[in-house]
């Protein structure tokens, strides 16, 4: 990941934003660009404005609950990924990502991790879904 190309997008999706804030794809890849650099609430709060343009928004509600997830959020990662599930129940999308992401461990078995083991888990969650 180039971190310079990524804060050049980053600086794009900013002003495609000021010229139209309601412009659902500057914000979904700004959300991802930010989620990488583990700028997990900043990521999540560009989720949110989506949500509010696009409340059925697929892309969004994954990628917040993938975020929600490496937050260590559980129950409100699996709220949003069954708001996908429930909008799109044949979405390959949505049962891939929710699968990897329950995959790298239920929440039991993640309260038993250390939270260096939880981040270096998320970290290969976040780099398969996002």
């Known amino acids: 990941m180039n971190l310079k190309n990524n804060k050049n997008a980053i ?9 139209n804030p309601n412009h659902v794809p500057s914000w979904i890849h700004k959300g991802i660009i ?8 900043e990521s999540i709060d560009c989720f949110d404005k989506v949500l509010e343009l ?3 928004n ?6 917040k609950a993938v975020n929600l997830w490496t937050m260590e959020q559980w ?3 699996t709220k949003y990924f069954n ?12 049962k891939i990502a929710q699968r990897t992401t329950f995959e790298n ?10 939270p260096k ?8 969650i976040q780099s398969k879904l996002l």
């Open 34 to 41: 930010l989620g990488k650099y583990k700028k997990y609430q």
């Open 11 to 19: 600086s794009c999706f900013n002003r495609a934003l000021e010229l």
């Open 117 to 124: 083991q939880k981040v270096e888990e998320n970290k290969d």
């Open 75 to 77: 129950d409100e990662s």
């Open 83 to 94: 708001k996908a599930l429930e909008i799109d129940p044949e979405s390959e999308f949505v």
């Open 58 to 63: 697929i892309d969004a509600l994954v990628s």
């Open 105 to 114: 461990g239920s929440s039991e078995r993640q309260h038993n991790r250390t």
């Open 54 to 56: 696009d409340p059925e």
